[in-house]
Structures are given as structure tokens and as C-alpha cells.
């Protein structure tokens, strides 16, 4: 088919699906990745991915990391920073360790075991801030820690994938962790700088030059920059994306950046990657590992809840909201693809539960968002959304 009717038909199809989403009370993310199934191999078999998918998706999760950045407030972020780091860790570690032992008595090896486990320690914030953003809920201090905490998460375990693999490739884990250390405490270290020195300069460059969509222009900059460079240095480019959005959240163009942003993201690179996510879904020879699926999508779901519950619930929030972060926690989205993928390339993962483990990120990915609407729109009925706005 041609690329130009691929992205008009994945366009359709994730508009028709989302509006069906909406009307039925669901988030609309959840209608793009049904119409990823529908359309790809596993429905009516209309597309498949390839390269020019899967660049326009990789744009998109950049784009939306990017969104999510400008859209917080650095202040709070500092303010919850510890209660981020709580749920994050609980948040990796409590799966890590849980599918560890589960895999473990499905029969895996260790290594394959702890890979699985890292997996499904990973979470999709894209996923998370686009129910965030729907319903107006990132601007609160469960938003801000359920940010915060997934950022925390994706570092972590981007940390334990680098230790993994070198122990995989040689049993040398000091060599590769103390460049991969030396590597993160650079990139923040150089945030912090941009911040104090080049955002200043870039904000009179806007004012100062008349190219068409300069703002815009350079603020793309700084997002695929600062994205290329966390990649490059062993750490994940949409965290490079996150950070940019939170430099320009400091500026007084962040309104109309995040705009157009959203426009950008919203038409197009959006809808891309939410429906490359269903185009991945293979059903073949998936009924020998049904009893796997069940146990691991139900793993799935309870062990993400139980770290990020846990962890809010030691910082002194309620039931309700700790319900909130710990659901937030839940999907996998293409963090954990991503890591399925390379546990697939270097052999941690065998090529014949690649298919159920989809499955099982996919299932995630599905029910967390539709779970967590639920309980935003609950505590809001309880506590009134105005009680649970951060104040300016």
C-alpha cells in the first residue's frame, strides 16, 4: 500500500475509534490502540508496520514525552521529588522481583527469568499523561508524582538493562555501570546548565529572529537534541524529550509551544505510534502459552499497583489517590517493547513467547488507562476537582 494511504487510513481509523472510545466513556488512547489491532495483522490485515511507521512513531513518543515536560511545573516536581523516587523504585522493583519468581516457575532460566522481570518493571508514561491530559489531572500533586516517578522508573531501568546485557555478554557488570553512571550524571549535570545559561539566549534568539515558526523551530531544537544526546549517552531519548519540554515550560513562550505541539502530535505522530503498538500483535501458536498470558497480564496488573500504591500510600497520601498513582503505574506501552525487543536481538528472550509477552504489554497497556479514568472520575465525584488541583 502506498505510505501516504498508510497514514490516511491509520488516521481514520484512530479518530473513527477514539470518538467511539469517548462516547462510551473511555480514554481515547484506548480506541487508537484497538484500531491498531483492527487494521493490522492480527484483525483485518490492511497495514503493516515498517520503517516509515516506525519512524513516525518514535517522532510521536518523543513528541508526547515532550508535551509531558511542558506541561509540568519544575517547582512541583522538586516538591515531590522524594515521594517520585519512592513509588519509581517500589514501582520497578516489586515487578522485577514478582515475574522474576513467576517465570521462574514457568520454567525459565534464570537470565530469562530477570529479563522478563525487567520488562515488566518498565512504564509507559506516554500511555499514562495522555489519560493525564484528557482529563485535566497533570497540574495535581498525584499528577506530579506519577510524572516524576515514571521519569525515575525509566532511568532505573535502562540502569539494570545496561547491567544486564554486559552480564549477559561477558559477566562484567562494574565496566559497564560506572560509564553508564558517569554518563547520566553528565546529562543532568548539562540540563542544569542549559537551564542557567543557553534557555536565557534561546529565549532572545526567539524574540530577535523573523523566521517563520522560529519558537517552534528551536524548541523542536532542543527536544530532538536533548533526545538524541540521553540516547547516545545509554539512557532513553524520551526522557531527553521529557527534560526539553520542562527547560521550555520555563519560558514565556511554553503556552504556545505546547499548542502547537499538541496540534503537531495530536494529527499525526500520535495516532502513529499508538496504533504501531497494535501493528506488533501477532496471535500464531499463542494457545500453547494461554495459561502464561492469563498469569502474566494478571501479574501485570497487580504488581505495578502494589509498588506505586505502596510507595504513595508511605508518603502520607490517601486510599483513593494512592489507588490513583499505583494504576497510573500500570502500563507497559513501548517502554517495555522496546526492552522485549532487545531481550529478543540478544537472546535473553526466546523467540517462542516473544508473541504471548506482546500480548501480555498490549493487555496492560488496554486496561490500566481504562482503570485509571475510572478511579480519577470516582475521586473527583468524592473529593471535588478543585480539592485536588495544585494551587498556584
Known sequence: MNILLIFAVIILATKLFDSIAIRMELPAVVGSL????????????????????????????????????????????????????????????????????????????????????????????????????ELNYVQTKEGAVIIGAAVLDDIIVIILLNVMLNVFADGSTLKALVPLLIGNVFFFLLIYLIHKLVMPFLVKLIKTMEAPEVNMGLSLVLCLGLSALAETIGMSDIIGAFFAGILISQTEVAHVIEDKTNSLAQSIFAPVFFVSIGLKLTLSGLSNHLWLIVAFTFLAIISKFIGGYLGARMNGFNPMSSSIIGTSMESRGEMALILLSLGLETGSIQSEIYGALVIVIIASTIIAPIMLRALIVKSREKYGMEELVIQE
Open 34 to 133: 484497538i484500531a491498531g489491532i483492527l487494521i493490522g495483522p492480527s484483525g483485518f490485515n490492511i497495514i503493516q508496520t515498517n520503517s516509515g511507521i516506525e519512524i513516525f512513531a518514535h517522532i510521536g513518543v518523543i513528541l508526547l514525552m515532550f508535551l509531558a515536560g511542558l506541561e509540568c511545573d519544575l517547582q512541583i516536581l522538586r516538591k515531590y521529588f522524594k515521594p517520585s523516587l519512592i513509588v519509581g523504585t517500589l514501582g520497578v522493583f516489586v515487578p522485577f522481583i514478582l515475574f522474576g519468581l513467576v517465570s521462574m516457575l514457568f520454567s525459565f532460566s534464570g537470565p530469562e527469568a530477570l529479563a522478563i522481570g525487567l520488562v515488566f518493571g518498565a512504564t509507559s508514561l506516554s500511555i499514562t499523561i495522555q489519560v493525564l491530559k
